[in-house]
């Protein structure tokens, strides 16, 4: 009997399941009202973001693959293409960080490789509370940890990432991975299934009981209770993944199959029902063939289990043996456990009996969308004036404090915790503006970045995800990378508070501008909800990852100065403009006011001045201004030389001190060249209709800024790097003596 | 002249090792499947990094039961050069052919970065085409590279010269802080006392393009190919001068 009771356990109202019966003509039985529950749910669904997602550009020149298969795939000539996607693990990684932030990576991985591409980098980003309370440290490690343990073992690099720390993240830490995988593009495979009477194949792991409800569980709010929730985390084994990648590999590289899935979320229940969607068919499968860990599962566990590291394969009949070979050479089975069948159902047999026997078309395509009541909140937060807030007497301990501030400080801690040299390619490491790999026999390089300050978003959310999308684009002008897709995953609150939904519908307008600007297509994403405990959300986290092209690797540029004695070049022009920055939040503890100010048009400009500068091989080093503003850029510019290479500069805009040290005015590129290309260069920037200033020199061990004939910051290098390097594991070195 | 990449189950430094050997080294260079009792004719057999069989249980303890493995020890054992890299030196110290064991690293972390090796000595078939006393900056990627053998087994190891490479700083001193996995006598490479047979925790495959940041790791397998072409032209003298006598 299905009551109200069961349809809560099931996260679904009445009104839903009324609609499914109406769609199916039955009353659901209880494995198929579980199939409905997890294929309907938030996660799977999206059905409160998906009439506003719409509104994003997916169309370009180079889209080969836009949303709605497992990745989105751009073709970059030469005859390849990038798959590339990125995907939250949130309320899993708060529940078990190690094994939650784990099978993250191993489900964006499977993603990449369905689709008949080789992963070749991974980069995450990762919001956290405050570091001093051990609960945060311990959740970071056991993230940090996790990822490193699944990405390391099946040697796919971690080439970079991003992390902020805040308050709203404490109970609710992101975790958002993205991959990006190499491919022919002859070679690109579907989710879909082919050919009436075809063989379905399971590969992979055995089916247990984890994970079970993992789609529904984040499609929630979490209360006090979520121990007992630690049983719908699922398990990762890296070492099975990585031989499943090198077996679909060979088979697809073969030419032996016709589709492919992975069971992600919800299952085989969702790859079975979305194969058949997408192909236009049915199909039907035997759970006595499904091979299992345990004995004694009903039909309703197997179909809902998300043990991890399995595949679905749609295939020939003459090419059933060939796969199996490939697969028993990498010690993995491959039996048949069901066929592709005419008509649109799913039909599921259990001891000879069918189990479920349902449209797979209202299962995959009907789930329902909501307009879900928006409305933003009373008081806009950048509505809020900041307060009067004084000048500090001492610029330099603000830069001190800044630079050992964890959003700002630097990241070696987690990074070197990741492999992100395997597979040889990685020309810049972590830490770079973007990550950059050389594609091997080619003069080419990709280069990827994740962005997404959550401050500005906190307080105009629109304005927010418009600089996530500026701030992408300019780190991968740094490097010199013309950005050509990208992809997104939004994190929120619950989609039942209205303010949230507003905050979704600002978030993505702002989305749709910024990358309707940049010319850059939208070619997939993932939608977070329900990221609240106990009633408190975290700000809107639109977190970009843009990928960009660099057609002579040998010109790519990193952000260290290079030589004593360059000249240092500013981009774009200095405003006073504080609110939203890291400044503000860490020495004066506010966070009101309106972010800083985005010209879309501006930005392109300046972003590219950059790009031209760097292809005619004039900019030695470029770094973008973000979070700590010019005097923290110039610092990270210091430690990335190799030396260190000081820096010495004067400037003198009619701006409050601190504003122009720390603000985070947009659009600004800081650049260093060797004097006598000065000339060349202020010719490009004049061309290009932006403001570029000749704003000091590198070299010395110290770190310079002066302002109107006055010293902001006079420092050794090297006590800056300290305060810098030293800030994070600190705390992590306070917790292994017990000090916590 | 020819050089085989073993191939085990979550091996996944096999291709970066197979690239640099046959792109960037120009040698002829074949994958070798653990499952095969096949060497292919190959005179220099690499183990590559990686996590054989998952190492779940202990790096490279499952692997060293490959089936390829006999021939292995086989070849090692007439002489044959092998160069085991990260998860190869753990896979070697499993088969018994380097003394020894690995332990996790001292902060219990995985490590990935540079670090400075130096190169002990010279006279090598594995650093003839470097300098004894020569520092290369090589990265290491490894959770289990704390290098440990007993104290008997140490005092045999320094005695016979067979720590070929050192963890040490910038200028050639072997530290304590250089030592970041915290090896015994800061050890990053070690032979066999033949002189045939080299484990090494660094990746020199990832050191060996300037594009990526160093190439300094070419001096090892410069030195290998070195290596096999003379051994090679006192094989072909040795033929020539057993053809003359008949």
Redesign the interface.
Known sequence: MIDKKVLDEHNLTEEEYRRIVELIEKEPNRTELGIFSVMWSEHCGYKSSRVHIRKLPTEGRNVVQGPGENAGVLDIGDGQVLVFKIESHNHPSYIEPYQGAATGVGGILRDIFTMGARPIAVLDSLRFGPLKSPENRAIMDGVV?GI?GYG????VPTVGGEIYFNECYSANPLVNVFCLGLARKDKIFLARAEGIGNPVLYVGAKTGRDGIHGATMASAEFGKETEHKRPNVQVG????E??LVEACLEVMDRGLILGIQDMGAAGLTCSTTEMAAKGGLGIEIDLDLVPQREAGMTPYEILLSESQERMLLVCTKENVRKIQEVFA???LDAPIIGRVTEGGQVRVLFKGEVVVDIPVEAVVNLCPAYRRPSQPPSRLPSAVRMPLLPVPADIEDVFFRLLASPTIADKEWV?????????????FFPGADAAVL?I?GSKKAVAMTLDGNPFYAALDPSTGAKIAVAEACRNLACVGARPIGVTNCLNFGSPEKPEIMWQLEQVIDGLAEACRAFEIPVTGGNVSFYNDTEGVSIYPTAVLGIVGIIDD??KAVSPGFKAEGDVILLAGENREELGGTEYVRVIHRVETGAPPRIDLEREKRVQEFCLKAIDAGLARSAHDLSEGGLAVALAECAFHSRGPVGCAVELDDPIRPDALAFGETQSRILLSARPADLDRLTGLARAAGIKLSAIGKTGGADIVLRHRGRDLVRVPVEDAYRRWKDSIPRFFRARSKGEA | MRFGVVQF??S??D??AF??LK?VMKQDTVMLWH?DHDLQNVSCVVLP???S????LRAGAIARFSPLMREVKAFARKGGLVLGICNGFQVLLELGLLPGAMLRNKNL?????YVHIRVENDKTAFTRAGKAGQILRI?I?H?DGNYYAPPRVIAGIENNRQALFRYCDADGNATGEANVNGSLHNIAGLMNKEENILGLMP?P??AS?A???SEDGRVIFESIVRSLSSRRSVRAKAAGKRARHD
């Open positions: 940890s490193a390391n073992s099946i040697g084994d890296p070492f099975k990585k031989l050479k990498w010690d990074f070197r915790q990741f492999d992100h040299m395997v597979q040889t390619n990685t020309v050389r091997k690797v040998r | 189950p979550g996944n430094c291709f970066d690239y640099v792109q499952k990094g990686g996590f069989y998952g190492d779940y972390k995985f490590l990935c970065q990265p990627a959770f990746h495959e990832r393009e594009l990526l940041g």
